[in-house]
């Protein structure tokens, strides 16, 4: 297989899985591992590659984000009660981030990890679509209490263990906290925006200076078809559940991670 064929693989895995709750990381550093690639040589590219989805969201969600802007310029509550909630649900990532920072990219490369984390979120979604009771709709993303935004936040750190899924975590942890599926999902869409802008940024701090003309021409195709993908897959991934909930992801990261530990155990 080419690295260009790498490269559009990847970039669909990542603007498939991104914002569904089941670990984009956790699917790249598989498919690296089951494809026989070296993990080190495409753990930049894989992160390189998240802007596209960034853009998608920044794109789908256009004229929110204008309104916010414009409503920020005249001080207008709603407009900065969204910004507010957005800051501090990003700010314990960015502590925790420097903190650690040394310490999660150990764990980057560890595909048996990956799996275990895709069976426990896997059963940690079941037992919260079982047993927390979000309303029917909700006040949207500025409406959210910022207690619970400092909530999401918290738990939005979870994902810095590959495979636990940073929109899995986010959205769960919100409906566990009493916000609604639709404004779940899009607090989750939207604290992306921070989160992966920054992770994205330190990350080609610490690394991008090695990366090669081929490799900045491979993370371009990668992103481009990373973009395209998370365009479709967002607006599915609302519409589905905000009708028939969280469990057929659950059941799909179980299956993934116990395949995973099987084909890991025996090759």
Known sequence: MTDTIAAILLGILEGLTEFLPVSSTGHLILATE??????????????????????????????????????????????LAFVGNLLVAFLPAVIL??????????????AVLVCWSLIVGGIAILAIERWANPPAEGPGVAGVPLRTAVLIGLVQCLAMIPGVSRSGATILGAMAFGVDRKTAAEFSFFLAVPTLSGATVYQLYKHGSGLTGDDLQLIAIGSAVGFVTALVVVKLFVAVVTKIGFAPFAWYRIVLGAAGLAWLTLG
């Open 34 to 79: 089951f494809l026989g690639f070296d993990q080190s040589e495409w753990e930049v590219f894989n992160i390189a590659i998240q802007p596209a989805a960034i853009l998608a969201i920044v794109v789908l969600y256009w004229r929110t984000f204008w309104d916010v802007a414009k409503g920020l310029l005249g001080f207008e509550k709603g407009a």
């Open 97 to 110: 981030g420097l903190a650690f920072g040394d310490v999660i990219e150990g764990f980057l490369g560890n």
